[in-house]
């Protein structure tokens, strides 16, 4: 999804680093990477460490960071959008003017992103960026502890037990799609989009699944 | 014996009631060392509750969670996670400096963001879920 951006700005001082929150690991990753085959580095997140340590709760999110290392934009959904929940949940056709409105929206999330690279426009200032950053709470710190343990246990096959801590860290932490989806069943197409899914972005109401940077063309 | 996952890695030692183990794999696993006033590292020493030491023993369970970090195992007490507080992960972010982390990709290789100091580095996440 991003070799379009990175090829875009290779002659810049800039990468794209893209990590997989999955705790299949190297072997369920390997397909999509291959598929994508990157000249960009792509990492494997077993554990969510990525997620536990910048306060992720969904993919895809961005973080920007400037070459002195540091955040100068927190992590925000990264050109994706709620226009899926307007899909046909038969045929998952999306009606063409949705269709439309999302791939302007990645475009523009793109555009910012270059313009970024190439003038520095779109950083925060720090006081701005420490307001956006995620509020880390003991239930989520519990949460990711709990997690760990979840994916150690599933990892060394014993699922059972696994699935108890993997639920205890999406009842401390609900708004994390990631831990949620990553524990739950996967459809015929292999994503956890089963009616459990649907029924738990049905109960977002006006919250929004993919909320959406403070960015032009938003 | 008992499986540790913390921040570092995953660490088999000895175990015994729980989490008491000896102080030099306290060590090993914590970076903590103990001493008579209690746990210290550098110039910081906490003290530990007299039930939390026990002969050369140490319950690191009940040292971790005394530094306001979470602590979680499994049914049979073999594994533990011992976890980040959120204090810390707060404050991690709180000085907008990206926390550094190293993850392999396909071939095993490691990467760590750090080495990429002196690039602008867009940053993401995805999965196959």
Redesign the interface.
Known sequence: ??QD?HESLKT???????????S?G?E???P???AASPSY?????VDH????????VN??????????????R?PET?GYTDHFRRMDPVTRALPPEAAAARAAVRAAYMDA?RD??RTGRHALD?AV??AK??????E???A???F??GI??RRAG?EE?AME?LAEASRLHPDSW?FW??A?D?NET???AGPEFWERVSALGDRAYYPQPDLPGF | MA?V?TESG?FTIAAKDGLYVSAADAETVTGWALKPEGMCRDELCVPLASAARRGGAVDLAAFWRKLG???????GGE?W?L????ES??D???G????D?S????D?EM?T??A??????????????
Not at chain 1, 49 to 56: D, H, K, P, Q
Not at chain 2, 83 to 86: F, I, N, Q
Not at chain 2, 103 to 106: E, F, M, R
């Open positions: 999804m991003w951006l810049e001082n800039f990468t794209v680093l893209a990590v997989a929150e999955d299949g190297v369920v990753a390997r999509w990477i291959e580095p792509c990492l494997i997140d460490r990525l997620a536990a340590l910048y306060g992720m993919v895809p999110q961005g973080v920007w960071i400037d070459e002195e290392g540091r955040i100068v927190p990264a992103v970024w690279v720090p960026a420490r950053l995620p509020e880390i709470t003991p989520k710190a519990l990711d502890a709990n760990r343990l150690w246990l014993r037990e801590f990631n989806r990553q739950a996967k292999g994503l956890a | 499986v996952l995953a970090n979470p602590v979680v195992s499994d049914r594994v996670v976890g980040t507080g959120a992960r707060a991690a972010l709180a907008l400096a990206a926390p982390f993850l392999p990709d396909l095993g990467h963001l750090s990429l100091r002196g690039k602008k580095v867009f940053l993401t996440t995805w999965a196959s879920w």
